[in-house]
């Protein structure tokens, strides 16, 4: 049978941990807010999200993308509108497709058959002239492209898109552009307290193709959440007291055959303006899950792309596309220059028109997640009860018995919040409750102890010049692991340099000298150990660092690359930083390498010092010394870029260095191609291919490239040293068996 021994209560213990409790039983019933808490809430959110999210392509919309390939196709973006009218009757004709909604404005008129200039000439110089008046009337509705479509979009499935101006947009918020489409209720049709999204003015399609459309809706999402995200979007907002409808809730309506819209209040009655808030809408058997404010959560798929995409020059040739049988039609655009993107709980750069895709079919699947009005009053108890068992209950526990209570409260409550969330599509809250228990564990248990750290304090004796505090930490929680004799690891070492650093220091204040110095290594040195480095030593004015030990690192490479990435990303903040203080600015170098080195405390006994050697440590000072001849701030080796190739580098030579007789190819790290442009990412193409050309000593073609390359970007010391290495070899042919290794003739 299990005793349980409880100590004797403490009166200051257990009022202590009431009013933690109070604060958060306060925050549960709205009287105190908190941003970091709806922070913590929102990344919450985004955590079951992404667990529950399916991660399959939805087949039932389909996207018609004006994209990059459509752009060269058919010319740049906006098209003319007969070309757009021929879009939809190929879908509506030829694809049969079941609905069609449009995620781009038509709000200017389209001017480019030169009507108007036929027009000026008949109404003008030209008015008494029969011939050209015959002419001018004759032609006068086929060059009328806006009329050409007008007519393509009568009686036809076709939503077109409009956006609304609030107090928070751009410009002037009370601009009105265009037509809008009839309100879906009209003011007095609904509660008028119920505190929909206001608008202040719109931007609408030209009022003769709103006229011709069957429906049309919103596409502006007003409301991202203080961190940037887009979760959730309004199914209705307010403009001058009438109800309009969003782009995805006209795209269902439409589908179903325009069914009126109706309002769930909770609480009240009908007709009463005494109410509990907006609950849900009802479009015939479809019931949308809302907020008070007519918001609806976005229930995202998966991450981008979830639906199919099509390109629209395709659509407009007629080839055969399976996926357009039937299907809900969303015309969009992933082209540079015209995404409309957005950050999303799945993705950070995610497509507009995906996102009202997502919310048209999670409201036919029923996957809409909301948050009942009764979850308040819920949450209100859970908090209370929790506090109260923790606050008098843990006080009298011991250590083992308050940890295990708190796991047991813990799961308990994450497995029936994601259970209500999965199963019920309900959202209920929970950082309150978790942090409540965090808090007053954390409370309790440092009531119970002392801070007793001699061991860490050991660590940080032996360690803490070297290494962030972090890395102390996590070495605490095994020290035995850790001493400081020596052994060979698998790690990446790092050199930094000032350049022309003898002639600045030659020609300024030694007091200034120290003081930039010291400013530049203390910035450098919060990188390196942001990103996990050990500092080895300053000498002079470089940095070396490496990455391994003493704590073990398998992404030593990694995280050495992307605080190198880093380092050269703030060398501009800190030059405009020293211009402002009159300090002279200068440039860095970096060089990094990865291998096996041998690693520990090392010296005389006069004096100690933790440190690497060996020949990969010495291959990483040369790296930073070629930086000077290959104009660059970064080189890495190849043994480096191959423990780490997530993301894009720029080969820059195989070369061969002082004491070193096995050659080394070198690279230049440019960061993730998700950050690259199109056009970099070509010309790095266009670079390797032309290195590659160069080593197989096909000469003509290689300069051609670099010449090119030379021609587009002339700022790269790299094409003009290929260029005259390939010159110089179509003159001097290099020795048979060459195999394109540059000998570098100094350090």
């Avoid at 202590?16 to 919450?44: H, T």
């Avoid at 790092?494 to 120290?514: C, K, V, Y």
């Avoid at 002279?584 to 004096?607: A, C, K, Q, T, W």
């Amino acid at each position: 049978m299990l005793t349980i021994k409880l100590k004797p209560f403490n009166i200051t213990r257990g009022i202590m941990g009431l009013a933690i409790s109070s604060l958060f039983v306060l925050y549960a019933l709205g009287v105190v807010r908190s941003d970091v808490m709806q922070s913590l809430e929102n990344i919450a959110y985004d955590v079951r999200l992404n667990l529950s999210r399916p991660d399959e392509m939805d087949h039932s919309v389909v996207i018609v993308d004006i994209d990059e390939k459509s752009l060269r196709a058919e010319g740049r973006w906006p098209w003319p509108r007969d070309k757009v009218a021929q879009m939809v009757e190929n879908l509506v004709n030829r694809y049969q497709v079941a609905l069609i909604g449009f995620d781009v404005l038509f709000a200017e008129s389209d001017n480019t058959s030169g009507l108007n200039t036929l027009k000026s000439l008949a109404e003008g110089p030209l008015q008494q002239d029969p011939a050209y008046q015959e002419q001018y009337e004759r032609l006068k509705p086929l060059l009328d492209l806006d009329g050409r479509f007008a007519r393509a979009l009568q009686d036809t499935p076709v939503v077109l898109g409009y956006y609304f101006l609030n107090q928070h947009s751009h410009g002037d918020a009370s601009s009105t552009v265009g037509k809008l489409p009839p309100p879906v209720l009209l003011s007095g049709e609904y509660p008028a307290r119920t505190p929909f999204v206001e608008a202040t003015g719109y931007g609408a399609p030209l009022p003769r193709l709103m006229e011709s459309a069957a429906s049309a809706g919103f596409i502006d999402m007003p409301l991202v959440d203080t961190d940037g995200v887009m979760r959730k979007m309004p199914m209705l907002q307010s403009y001058e007291g009438h109800l309009y409808e969003s782009f995805a809730l006209a795209m269902l309506r439409q589908l179903m055959g325009n069914p009126p819209i109706e309002l769930n209040m909770q609480g009240g009655y009908e007709g009463s303006e005494i109410n509990l808030g907006l609950e849900s809408i009802q479009v015939g058997q479809l019931r949308i899950p809302v907020n008070e404010r007519g918001t609806a959560l976005v229930p995202y798929r998966g991450r981008f792309p979830s639906f199919p995409y099509v390109s629209a020059t395709d659509v407009l040739q007629g080839k055969s596309i399976p996926e357009l049988d039937n299907a809900i039609v969303l015309v969009g655009t992933t082209a540079a220059g015209l995404l409309d993107l957005r950050t999303t709980p799945v993705h950070n750069f995610f497509p507009g028109v995906e996102v009202h895709a997502n919310m048209i079919t999670g409201i036919l699947d029923g996957s809409v997640k909301h948050r009942p009005s009764y979850v308040y009053g819920l949450e209100f108890v859970l908090v209370l009860c929790i506090g109260l068992l923790m606050s008098l209950l843990y006080m009298r526990l011991r250590l083992y018995q308050t940890l295990l209570i708190t796991i047991v409260l813990v799961s308990g409550l994450v497995s029936w919040n994601f259970y209500a969330w999965s199963t019920n599509n309900i959202d209920f809250p929970i950082v309150a409750k978790i942090a409540m228990i965090f808090f007053l564990f954390v409370y309790h248990l440092s009531y119970e102890f002392f801070i007793e750290q001699r061991k860490k304090r050991e660590l940080t004796h032996l360690f803490g010049q070297y290494v962030p505090p972090t890395i102390v930490d996590e070495m605490s929680k095994n020290p035995e692991r850790f001493g400081m004799g020596g052994e060979t690891r698998n790690m990446t070492v790092m050199f930094t340099d000032i350049r022309n650093f003898t002639s600045l220091s030659e020609n300024a204040d030694p007091q200034l000298i120290t003081q930039l110095v010291n400013d530049y290594f203390s910035q450098m040195t919060e990188i390196i150990h942001a990103h996990r480095g050990t500092i080895d030593k300053y000498i002079g004015d470089a940095i070396m660092a490496f990455w391994g030990a003493p704590l073990e690192d398998p992404q030593h490479a990694e995280n050495a690359v992307n605080a190198a990435m880093a380092m050269r990303a703030a060398q501009p903040l800190i030059a405009e930083r020293f211009r402002e203080k009159g300090w002279p600015v200068f440039r860095m170098g970096i060089g990094l390498n990865s291998g096996p080195m041998h690693v520990g405390n090392m010296g005389s006994r006069f004096r100690m010092a933790y440190t690497v050697f060996g020949d990969e440590v010495n291959l990483g000072s040369r790296l930073e010394g070629l930086t000077k001849r290959y104009h660059t701030s970064v080189i890495v080796s190849e043994m480096t870029k191959q423990l780490y190739p997530e993301i894009v580098y720029r080969e820059l030579d195989l070369v061969r260095v002082v004491g070193r007789e096995k050659p080394v190819k070198i690279y230049e790290p440019l960061g993730y191609e998700k950050f690259l442009s199109v056009s970099e990412l070509d010309e790095l193409f266009r670079f390797h291919e032309g290195l590659e050309l160069y080593r197989n000593q096909q000469w003509e073609e290689a300069k051609k490239i670099f010449f090119n390359l030379l021609k587009d970007d002339s700022s790269h010391f790299v094409y003009h040293e290929y260029l005259a290495r390939t010159l110089r070899m179509m003159h001097e042919p290099p020795e048979e068996g060459w195999q394109g290794v540059y000998v570098l003739k100094g350090k």
